[in-house]
């Protein structure tokens, strides 16, 4: 068994779109990234990747590598996940916690897990997904914490 951790962050301005685990949520703010931003996807790509010491998002998808501007986070996850598959890893079981003031995510809770479950292969029983608030101390912020649990 390995288990893998992960979290990202991105700064929330006006008139980008957000993009948490893969799907546009309706919102006036967006992350400020060199990719689409998706912090859930991101942390998760990086709990992938720990899990079998490979580095992080950033070693694999350099924010100076023009060729990843603008990115979907989708491309990154499915990086992650062949990297493990070729090292014999198979994902058991996932937790991710995004944190977010504004919008609130729960009307979006059973699309985020449907995406999820598309995105990693693993039924909605085996996907752990928590919305918290940073209580007003990161209103500008988007932030996600993942861990993974992998067989291998």
Not at 29 to 54: E, N, Q, R, V, Y
Not at 96 to 124: F, T
């Amino acid at each position: 068994m390995r288990l893998g951790y992960g979290e990202d962050s991105h700064r929330l301005i006006e008139g980008k779109p957000l993009y948490l685990c893969g799907l546009l949520i309706p919102s006036p703010h967006g992350a400020l990234a060199h990719s689409d931003g998706d912090a859930p996807l991101h942390a998760l790509t990086d709990a992938l990747l720990a899990a079998f010491g490979l580095g992080d998002i950033g070693l694999l998808f350099p924010d100076t590598d023009p060729k990843w501007r603008g990115a979907r986070s989708e491309v990154f996850l499915r990086e992650a996940l062949r990297l493990v598959e070729e090292r014999g890893g198979r994902l058991i079981q996932v937790s991710l916690a995004i944190i977010l003031d504004q919008p609130k995510l729960s009307p979006h809770r059973q699309g985020l897990l449907e995406n999820l479950s598309r995105l990693l292969g693993l039924p909605l029983d085996r996907i752990g997904l928590t919305f918290k608030t940073s209580e007003g101390l990161a209103v500008a912020h988007v932030q996600a914490r993942a861990m993974v649990l992998l067989d291998g």
